[in-house]
Protein backbone atom coordinates (compact mmCIF):
# COMPACT_ATOMS: atom_id res chain seq x y z
CA UNK A 1 0.00 0.00 0.00
CA UNK A 2 1.13 3.54 -0.59
CA UNK A 3 -0.46 7.22 -0.34
CA UNK A 4 -0.92 9.43 -2.97
CA UNK A 5 -2.51 12.86 -2.38
CA UNK A 6 -3.58 11.73 1.37
CA UNK A 7 -5.61 8.73 -0.50
CA UNK A 8 -4.55 5.10 -0.08
CA UNK A 9 -3.55 3.09 -2.75
CA UNK A 10 -2.50 -0.07 -3.84
CA UNK A 11 0.56 -0.27 -5.98
CA UNK A 12 1.12 -3.23 -8.16
CA UNK A 13 5.00 -2.78 -9.39
CA UNK A 14 7.30 -4.75 -11.91
CA UNK A 15 10.66 -3.80 -11.39
CA UNK A 16 13.64 -4.62 -14.14
CA UNK A 17 16.89 -4.39 -12.91
CA UNK A 18 18.85 -1.45 -14.85
CA UNK A 19 22.23 -0.63 -13.45
CA UNK A 20 22.34 1.40 -11.61
CA UNK A 21 19.15 2.92 -11.81
CA UNK A 22 15.99 0.39 -11.33
CA UNK A 23 12.96 1.29 -14.14
CA UNK A 24 9.44 0.41 -11.63
CA UNK A 25 6.27 0.32 -13.80
CA UNK A 26 3.49 0.61 -11.53
CA UNK A 27 0.05 0.12 -11.86
CA UNK A 28 -1.80 2.53 -8.92
CA UNK A 29 -5.15 1.29 -7.69
CA UNK A 30 -8.04 3.08 -5.79
CA UNK A 31 -10.26 1.14 -4.24
CA UNK A 32 -9.59 -1.84 -6.39
CA UNK A 33 -10.30 0.46 -9.21
CA UNK A 34 -7.65 0.98 -11.87
CA UNK A 35 -6.68 4.45 -12.03
CA UNK A 36 -3.04 4.87 -13.73
CA UNK A 37 0.13 3.54 -14.08
CA UNK A 38 3.21 5.41 -13.24
CA UNK A 39 7.10 4.39 -14.26
CA UNK A 40 9.11 5.24 -11.13
CA UNK A 41 13.13 5.43 -11.36
CA UNK A 42 14.85 3.94 -7.50
CA UNK A 43 18.61 3.36 -6.96
CA UNK A 44 19.27 -0.02 -5.20
CA UNK A 45 22.15 -1.41 -4.32
CA UNK A 46 24.22 -3.25 -6.68
CA UNK A 47 23.62 -6.97 -6.27
CA UNK A 48 25.84 -9.94 -8.11
CA UNK A 49 26.43 -12.83 -6.07
CA UNK A 50 26.55 -12.77 -3.04
CA UNK A 51 27.16 -9.65 -1.96
CA UNK A 52 25.54 -6.05 -2.88
CA UNK A 53 27.69 -3.16 -3.09
CA UNK A 54 26.68 0.26 -1.10
CA UNK A 55 26.44 2.66 -4.31
CA UNK A 56 26.60 5.88 -2.12
CA UNK A 57 29.93 4.45 -0.15
CA UNK A 58 31.03 3.59 -3.55
CA UNK A 59 30.84 6.70 -5.16
CA UNK A 60 32.65 8.20 -2.18
CA UNK A 61 35.23 5.73 -2.07
CA UNK A 62 35.99 6.73 -6.10
CA UNK A 63 35.75 10.36 -5.63
CA UNK A 64 38.05 10.61 -2.62
CA UNK A 65 40.50 7.50 -3.11
CA UNK A 66 43.01 8.05 -6.53
CA UNK A 67 44.37 4.55 -5.48
CA UNK A 68 40.45 2.60 -6.01
CA UNK A 69 39.25 4.95 -8.59
CA UNK A 70 42.75 3.72 -10.80
CA UNK A 71 41.50 0.40 -9.82
CA UNK A 72 37.68 0.48 -10.88
CA UNK A 73 38.80 2.01 -13.93
CA UNK A 74 41.78 -0.55 -14.55
CA UNK A 75 39.03 -2.83 -14.55
CA UNK A 76 36.53 -1.23 -16.55
CA UNK A 77 39.29 -1.45 -19.56
CA UNK A 78 39.33 -5.74 -18.99
CA UNK A 79 37.97 -7.91 -21.41
CA UNK A 80 36.44 -10.15 -18.72
CA UNK A 81 34.86 -9.99 -15.89
CA UNK A 82 37.15 -10.98 -13.44
CA UNK A 83 36.39 -13.87 -10.49
CA UNK A 84 39.77 -12.55 -8.30
CA UNK A 85 42.81 -10.42 -9.09
CA UNK A 86 46.17 -10.78 -7.27
CA UNK A 87 48.09 -8.02 -5.54
CA UNK A 88 51.13 -8.11 -7.08
CA UNK A 89 49.27 -8.22 -10.82
CA UNK A 90 47.00 -4.75 -9.81
CA UNK A 91 50.36 -3.01 -8.91
CA UNK A 92 51.96 -4.23 -11.99
CA UNK A 93 48.86 -3.26 -14.26
CA UNK A 94 48.76 0.06 -12.71
CA UNK A 95 52.20 1.22 -13.05
CA UNK A 96 51.57 0.38 -16.64
CA UNK A 97 48.91 2.50 -17.10
CA UNK A 98 51.32 5.39 -15.37
CA UNK A 99 50.81 5.09 -11.76
CA UNK A 100 53.31 4.69 -8.94
CA UNK A 101 51.17 3.60 -6.12
CA UNK A 102 52.76 1.74 -2.76
CA UNK A 103 51.83 -1.62 -2.19
CA UNK A 104 50.29 -0.58 0.86
CA UNK A 105 48.07 1.85 -1.26
CA UNK A 106 46.83 -0.76 -3.47
CA UNK A 107 46.08 -3.14 -0.08
CA UNK A 108 43.97 0.05 1.18
CA UNK A 109 42.00 0.46 -2.11
CA UNK A 110 40.96 -3.16 -1.90
CA UNK A 111 39.73 -3.18 1.53
CA UNK A 112 37.81 0.23 0.99
CA UNK A 113 36.09 -1.50 -2.19
CA UNK A 114 35.46 -4.79 0.05
CA UNK A 115 34.01 -2.16 2.56
CA UNK A 116 31.41 -1.07 0.15
CA UNK A 117 30.70 -4.29 -0.95
CA UNK A 118 32.70 -5.10 -3.77
CA UNK A 119 34.56 -7.90 -2.97
CA UNK A 120 36.93 -9.02 -0.21
CA UNK A 121 40.44 -8.63 -0.10
CA UNK A 122 42.78 -12.09 0.73
CA UNK A 123 46.11 -11.88 2.30
CA UNK A 124 48.90 -14.10 1.15
CA UNK A 125 49.15 -17.47 3.49
CA UNK A 126 50.69 -20.88 3.01
CA UNK A 127 51.88 -20.50 -0.70
CA UNK A 128 48.71 -18.06 -1.77
CA UNK A 129 49.10 -14.98 -3.07
CA UNK A 130 47.23 -12.07 -1.95
CA UNK A 131 44.33 -11.17 -4.10
CA UNK A 132 41.17 -9.49 -3.95
CA UNK A 133 38.16 -11.89 -4.87
CA UNK A 134 35.24 -9.83 -6.70
CA UNK A 135 31.76 -10.75 -5.25
CA UNK A 136 30.36 -8.36 -7.98
CA UNK A 137 30.68 -7.69 -12.20
CA UNK A 138 34.10 -6.23 -12.26
CA UNK A 139 33.33 -4.38 -15.69
CA UNK A 140 30.67 -2.81 -13.72
CA UNK A 141 32.72 -1.35 -10.50
CA UNK A 142 33.78 1.89 -12.72
CA UNK A 143 30.00 3.24 -14.36
CA UNK A 144 28.60 2.47 -10.62
CA UNK A 145 31.17 4.57 -9.14
CA UNK A 146 30.20 7.25 -11.44
CA UNK A 147 26.28 6.66 -11.49
CA UNK A 148 26.57 5.84 -15.35
CA UNK A 149 24.79 3.56 -17.23
CA UNK A 150 26.29 0.26 -17.63
CA UNK A 151 28.43 -0.43 -20.75
CA UNK A 152 27.10 -3.11 -22.78
CA UNK A 153 29.17 -6.62 -23.13
CA UNK A 154 29.17 -9.05 -25.43
CA UNK A 155 28.04 -12.12 -23.27
CA UNK A 156 31.57 -13.77 -21.77
CA UNK A 157 32.40 -16.39 -19.44
CA UNK A 158 34.11 -14.98 -16.46
CA UNK A 159 37.83 -15.27 -16.16
CA UNK A 160 39.46 -17.05 -13.33
CA UNK A 161 42.33 -14.81 -12.82
CA UNK A 162 43.68 -12.14 -14.23
CA UNK A 163 46.07 -13.82 -16.52
CA UNK A 164 46.43 -17.14 -17.98
CA UNK A 165 50.11 -17.26 -17.78
CA UNK A 166 50.59 -15.37 -14.11
CA UNK A 167 53.39 -16.25 -12.62
CA UNK A 168 52.79 -17.58 -9.15
CA UNK A 169 54.19 -15.64 -6.34
CA UNK A 170 54.20 -16.54 -2.37
CA UNK A 171 54.48 -14.15 0.05
CA UNK A 172 56.90 -14.46 2.87
CA UNK A 173 57.43 -13.00 6.30
CA UNK A 174 60.26 -11.69 8.38
CA UNK A 175 60.61 -10.22 11.21
CA UNK A 176 63.34 -7.79 10.76
CA UNK A 177 63.23 -6.53 14.30
CA UNK A 178 61.26 -7.21 17.82
CA UNK A 179 58.21 -4.39 16.29
CA UNK A 180 58.50 -4.74 12.62
CA UNK A 181 57.81 -7.22 10.70
CA UNK A 182 57.94 -7.05 7.20
CA UNK A 183 56.30 -8.92 4.45
CA UNK A 184 57.44 -9.64 0.54
CA UNK A 185 56.08 -11.65 -2.85
CA UNK A 186 58.76 -13.90 -4.78
CA UNK A 187 58.11 -16.13 -7.59
CA UNK A 188 57.19 -19.91 -6.43
CA UNK A 189 60.33 -21.17 -8.82
CA UNK A 190 62.59 -19.09 -7.00
CA UNK A 191 65.74 -20.32 -8.04
CA UNK A 192 69.03 -20.13 -5.77
CA UNK A 193 71.00 -17.80 -8.75
CA UNK A 194 67.86 -15.12 -8.24
CA UNK A 195 68.24 -15.95 -4.81
CA UNK A 196 71.86 -15.15 -4.05
CA UNK A 197 71.12 -11.92 -6.47
CA UNK A 198 68.49 -10.05 -4.52
CA UNK A 199 70.97 -11.54 -0.99
CA UNK A 200 73.39 -9.11 -2.87
CA UNK A 201 71.66 -6.54 -3.68
CA UNK A 202 70.09 -6.15 0.02
CA UNK A 203 73.72 -6.57 1.50
CA UNK A 204 74.10 -3.50 -0.51
CA UNK A 205 71.28 -1.42 0.94
CA UNK A 206 72.58 0.19 4.67
CA UNK A 207 74.33 3.27 4.52
CA UNK A 208 76.05 2.64 7.79
CA UNK A 209 77.94 -0.57 9.35
CA UNK A 210 75.58 -1.41 11.40
Not at 146 to 171: L, M, R, V, Y
Request: glycine fraction near 6%; charge should be negative.
Amino acid sequence: MGRFLGQPWQICAHAKEHLPWTSITAACMLNGIFKATVKIMVRPPFSFGTLSMNISALESAYQTNQVAQAICDHMANRDKNQTETKLHRMLTHLQNDGFDFKRGDVIGAFRLLENVGCGKYVEGRHGWPSRFVWMTKSLLVSSAAKGQEPPIHEATPDCDNDSAEDIEFIEHSFVLRPDIPISFELPADLTEYEASRIAAFIKTLPFGEH
